[in-house]
Each structure stands twice: as C-alpha cells, then as structure tokens.
C-alpha cells in the first residue's frame, strides 16, 4: 500500500486528479511552484488558474466539447462543477469569472485533508528533483504547456527522449467528409500527373485507385490571385513576448510566407509540379494538399498551413481555397508555445507513461488541448490511479465517448502528432451514414452519453 500519491503541478488537470484521489480516500501531496516561481503567462497564486480565455466553450451536445462537459459531469468532476457555479452570461457557452473559478478550485482542494500542497519548484536544479519523487511511489506529471526549463530536463530524461515539443505550430485539421470531392483529388505528387502515352481512361481509373495518404485542391490563377490577396490582408492574433522569440525558429506562418511575394507559396507548399488538373487535364496554377491525420482516415491536415490567422479568419480565408467551401474545421492552425510530450509513443490510453507504470501524465504536456480536455486527462488518469491501488484492471473509457477518443488519440500510432481539442471526427463512424450534421453529432452525443451510463453502471 502507497502512502500518498505524488502530483506535480496545481492546473486544470493536476487540480482534477487531486480532488478525485482525495475524494477516494487516497493521500495526495501536490507540488506547485506559484508564487515562488511564475510562468510567462501565469501571474496569480491561486490553482487552477485560467490564463487565457474565460470561455470553457458550448455547452450543447451537438458540440463536441460540450459533450465533454456533460460526460465529465457524469463523472462528478470537480473543475466542471465549479465552472457550472461561477458561470457568467455567455449565451450558449460556458464562460466563467476566472478569478472566483480559481479561488474556488483551491479552496476546495485546501479544506480536504487527503491533501497537502507544498509550494515549491521542481526541476533539475531544484531542491526537489522529480527523479526522487519517483522513488516515493506513484507520480502524476501535470505541469501544462509552458512547463519550466529545469523540470523540462528531468522530464527529458525520464522518458528517454532528446527534447520535448516546444512549441505547437499546426495546421488546421479537416473532416474528410466535408471536402468537396467534385474538385478534390487523391494521389501522390508525380505519381498523380498523366504519362505521355497513357490514355485518359486508364488514367482516370488509376488515380481514383490511388492511396488517400493526400487530398489535393487545385487552384487557376483567379482562384488563387483571390485566396492570395484575403490570406496576406488577414487578421492575425497576437502573441505574447516569449513566444515570439522562440516560434519562428523551424517555420514560418503562411500568411508571413505569402508576404515575400505572391508566386512564393506556388514555389513552397502550394506548388503545383507533379499534378493534373482533373477538371481541365492539364497542371494546375497552384495545389493545396491535405495529408491524412489519424488512422482511420477521417482528418486531414493542410501541408504547410502552420498559421497565426484568428480562428474566424482561417475559417474565412480557407474556404476560399476550392474544395473546402463546407470545410468543417475540426481543429484550427495555430503557433505557440506549448510544451507536449511525443505521448503516441509514450503513453497508453489512460496516459500511463509505457515505460514505467508508476508515472502518468495529464494536461496539456500530453498533447490534449483546452481547458476541458485537460480535466478530462486528468479525470482518465486519478480513475486508473484509484483502480491501480484498489488493485483492478485499468479504467479504458469508450471511444465512443469524447473522452475515450481523446485518450485513444493520444496514445494511437502517428507519425505528424499535434495536440488535439476535443471534436467530432476523432469519434468512431456511426452505423448508418446521416448527412445532416446537427442530426448526425445529435445521434453522436446520445451514444456517447449511452455508453458513458452504461460503463458507469
């Protein structure tokens, strides 16, 4: 029997583990480094500060992250809780006073006496070194997307990995269901484009046999003259200080591409050498390619879209480009800076560390994005925790269920692994095809409630 299970880092998801190991009858010892040590972003003591957004999204369940909040309420999340009583008007949403939210969240944690909060660093330098906490027993690593330097380098080592992701710049994602096939096509660059003496006939039956590891979208002149000039004239967000000194280092945002010049993006990511225009037979002026972002081939990503248009201006700008007019945009591009573990390679479906069964991880460090995603990371891993103790079988949560999918997605094989917000298109196929999309992510969320009930039961 363990004496206590050690979290490291007081967010969203380390708070949310926390409380469900407490409310369980499990000791906790939590480690946070605020107030002694800050963030770039963080500037409050409290836990589970929110530093962004007030926003925890739509409460509906025909949106995906919605949905999330109704399975985490099944579940008896705290955090959810807490948001639901500090709500503030939002509509649809569910927007929250932060300062209260955070107050509230660490007076809960405060008055239970399975926890202990110590408020000091941890790190590589530090007094206390995470390796040693380790030892002790059970660690749960919930440090978020800007974690220290010095706990990045024990972090580095543990896993056995060179570095961490430091910072996100991903495209934006698409429902395949929703591109236009009428202009779109799939195939490989070269291989795609007609042979001399081949006949068209047998080149049209050989490119709709092709591999769909690429959607392509050719553009004319006009189309792309038009998408060029909304691109480089759009809205951008804007990024703190620490940010801006480390993003542009590997890449560059498109709209910035674009700006060298308006052939630039036709000799870069949009070049059109190596394909044929199905609608005319001949080369396109410019191709936008979509690769295949999970194994079941319903997302796809745009080849080097890494962009830091507002969310409303991709959805604007994009949908210029012929074949996404209806593009249902299940995760926008973006580039900052985030700190996220490779977990496809290093985690299982309940965020346990493959090499050593006594580490978790949750939050944000394991490419799960949101606030409400955390918390469900970190609900996923005090349930497994408290079955681990209890001595049962690990805790697989449906992949009918949005919370079952983010950690299936987490933790399946991919070679391009980005984080990832809760959507639709990580959910498996329903049996029978429903074209209306509000009815169709109606006929999702009932199943996923279903499921999630019947798994609770």
Not at 71 to 81: A, F, Q, V
Not at 204 to 226: G, T
Not at 229 to 235: P, R, S
Not at 437 to 456: P, Q, S
Request: glycine share 6%; aromatic share 8%; net charge neutral.
């Amino acid at each position: 029997m363990i004496d206590y299970v050690t979290v490291v880092g007081g967010g969203l998801a380390g708070s949310e583990v926390c409380y469900q190991l407490a409310k369980n009858g499990i000791k906790v010892k939590l480690y946070e480094q605020k107030p002694n040590n800050f963030s770039p972003a963080h500037n409050k003591s409290e836990l589970a500060e929110i530093v962004c957004s007030n926003s925890f999204k739509s409460n509906l369940h025909t949106n995906a992250c919605g949905l999330l909040k109704e399975e985490l309420r099944i579940l008896g999340s705290l955090l959810i809780n807490v948001a639901d009583n500090v709500a503030v008007p939002a509509g649809q949403a569910l927007a929250v006073d932060r300062d209260r939210f955070s107050k509230t969240v660490t007076g809960e944690l405060e008055k239970m006496n399975n926890i202990e909060i110590v408020r000091k660093e941890v790190g590589y330098n530090c007094k206390i070194k995470l390796k040693q906490l380790i030892k002790n027993g059970i660690v749960v690593i919930a440090t978020g997307p800007l974690t220290s330097d010095e706990l990045s380098k024990e972090i580095e080592e543990i896993i056995e990995e060179d570095k961490l992701h430091f910072y996100d710049a991903a495209a934006p994602i698409i429902l395949k269901d929703s591109i236009n096939t009428n202009i779109a096509f799939k195939g490989n660059r070269y291989e795609q484009e007609r042979k001399k003496d081949e006949n068209i006939e047998n080149w049209m039956k050989r490119i709709k046999n092709q591999e769909e590891s690429y959607i392509n979208l050719p553009m004319n002149s006009d189309e792309y003259e038009c998408f060029y000039k909304e691109l480089i004239n759009a809205e951008v967000v804007n990024l703190h200080e620490f940010e801006k000194r480390e993003i542009f280092e590997g890449c560059m945002p498109i709209e910035l591409m674009a700006k060298r010049g308006i052939d630039t993006l036709r000799f870069g990511p949009l070049k059109p050498v190596g394909f044929t225009d199905l609608r005319t037979g001949k080369r396109p002026y410019a191709v936008v390619q979509l690769r295949q972002d999970n194994k079941e081939g319903t997302l796809f990503n745009m080849v080097g879209f890494q962009t830091n248009l507002k969310y409303g201006e991709q959805k604007r700008v994009f949908k210029l480009i012929p074949g996404l007019e209806n593009a249902e945009f299940m995760k926008y591009g973006v580039m900052h800076r985030n700190t996220f573990i490779n977990s496809p390679k290093l985690l299982d479906n309940t965020y346990n560390l493959k090499k050593n069964n006594n580490i978790y991880f949750a939050g944000q460090i394991t490419g799960v994005e949101g606030y409400v995603e955390s918390i469900a990371s970190g609900m996923v891993v005090a349930k497994n925790i408290i079955a681990k103790i209890k001595r049962k079988e690990k805790i697989e949560f449906p992949r009918e269920t949005i919370i079952g999918a983010l950690a299936n997605y987490i933790s399946s094989e991919n070679d391009n692994f980005q984080p990832m917000n809760a959507n639709f298109g990580i959910l498996p196929e329903l049996d029978k095809k429903i074209r209306d999309k509000k009815m169709k992510n109606e006929k999702l969320g009932d199943r996923a409630i279903k499921t999630l009930h019947e798994v609770e039961k």
